[in-house]
T-cell receptor, first 117, second 113 residues
Framework: GAVVSQHPSRVICKSGTSVKIECRSL??????MFWYRQFPKKSLMLMAT?????????EQGVEKDKFLINHASLTLSTLTVTSAHPEDSSFYIC?????????????FGPGTRLTVL | QQQVKQSPQSLIVQKGGISIINCAYE??????FPWYQQFPGKGPALLIA?????SEKKEGRFTISFNKSAKQFSLHIMDSQPGDSATYFC????????????FGTGTKLQVIP
């Protein structure tokens, strides 16, 4: 149980295009999902917290107009990188608040490797 | 105050040995302390977690030791195996259902045969 999927797992795009990444909780309802960015050999950097049916809360320094987050249902959140540039190339990981007895528990997706040429 | 400091940055352990990773925090509001294991190109996976009302939690070869007064916690991997080679992140979050998790900087563990 508590499986989170991401799609696509890997995407290569041209500079200036937009890319959408999907995050799904497969066997539980997730009222809260989180989006992280991870640079090579670095820790996870929280980008935003996404609550179903409301606007995402972005961390300081994260451009909300560039990284559009939508949490349309209890099992799906999407991250759209708009007008992507090479500096947006990174590993993007989502997580979902788990269904278990502890509300702190997060389950992570497998990540999406974005490469912007 | 939100930081979680993790050490060492990298660790090489002989197969069968004990791997020890340490973390320290400042925020006394932290109430939940998970450890995550991450393999290259994959998302982190929850390994084991502890709350401050206990000083130790063991699951198989993995043990968390927690020192509330020192605000430190550590992960011990007993009988380390090459398959344990991965990056390990400690983390912490405050009490409350919707609090974000603060991650440590990560430790790259290599278990050599």
């Amino acid at each position: 149980g508590a499986v989170v999927s991401q799609h696509p797992s890997r995407v290569i795009c041209k500079s200036g295009t937009s890319v959408k990444i999907e995050c799904r909780s497969l066997d539980f309802q997730a009222t809260t999902m989180f989006w992280y960015r991870q640079f090579p050999k670095k820790s996870l950097m929280l980008m935003a917290t996404s609550n179903e049916g409301s606007k995402a809360t972005y961390e300081q320094g994260v451009e909300k107009d560039k990284f559009l987050i939508n949490h349309a249902s209890l099992t799906l959140s999407t991250l759209t990188v708009t007008s992507a540039h090479p500096e947006d190339s990174s590993f993007y990981i989502c997580s979902a608040r788990g269904p278990g007895p502890t509300l702190n528990e997060q389950f992570f997706g497998p990540g999406t490797r974005l490469t912007v040429l | 105050q939100q930081q979680v400091k993790q050490s060492p940055q990298s660790l090489i352990v002989q197969k069968g040995g004990i791997s020890i990773i340490n973390c320290a925090y400042e925020n006394t509001a932290f109430d939940y302390f998970p450890w995550y294991q991450q393999f290259p190109g994959k998302g982190p996976a929850l390994l084991i977690a502890i709350r401050p009302d206990v000083s130790e939690k063991k699951e198989g070869r993995f043990t968390i030791s927690f020192n509330k007064s020192a605000k430190q916690f550590s992960l011990h991997i007993m009988d380390s195996q090459p398959g344990d080679s991965a990056t390990y992140f400690c983390a912490a979050s405050p009490r409350g259902g919707y609090q974000k998790v603060t991650f440590g900087t990560g430790t790259k563990l290599q278990v050599i045969p």
